[in-house]
């Protein structure tokens, strides 16, 4: 008997995180830590369990979680973006309650990059007329 494993890839910013769904009791595993091991402040534990609160599966799923690149609020971003994936490839008739919250679109937003001749993405060097 093979328990059934659901996998979804989450992307913000420049991080990745490759998510593994599981039937179990409520655990999450964020690169083998304990999600509060990993994740200080309460927001980013809050911002990583959203899609399971909405779908109300909180204690129905262990979460495994391979996160890499960027900063914390970033990962937890991509973390969230992953479990709704994962969640709607065990039951996509979850899709309404998860696309009315917002969790189900990727935030495009990325860093703009430095242009030539300025000094960052939008800020110019000083001119002078002379």
């Known amino acids: 008997m093979t328990e059934a494993t659901y996998q979804a890839v989450g992307r913000r910013k420049t991080s990745v995180a490759r998510i593994r769904l599981m039937p179990g009791n409520g655990k999450i595993i964020i690169n083998d830590q304990p999600m509060d091991d990993y994740f200080s402040r309460e927001t980013l534990k809050m911002i ?34 992953g ?13 309404l309650t998860l696309k009315k919250a917002g969790y189900v679109t990727r935030d495009p937003r990325m860093k703009e990059r430095k242009k030539y001749g300025q000094k960052g993405a939008r800020k110019r060097f000083q001119f002078s007329k002379r």
């Open 83 to 95: 479990i709704t994936r994962a969640l709607l490839e065990q039951s996509p008739d979850s899709r």
């Open 48 to 81: 990583v369990k959203q899609p399971l609160d909405a779908t109300k599966t909180l204690t129905k799923f262990d979460i495994y979680a391979n996160v890499y690149g960027g900063g914390i609020t970033g990962q937890a971003g991509a973390i969230r973006l």
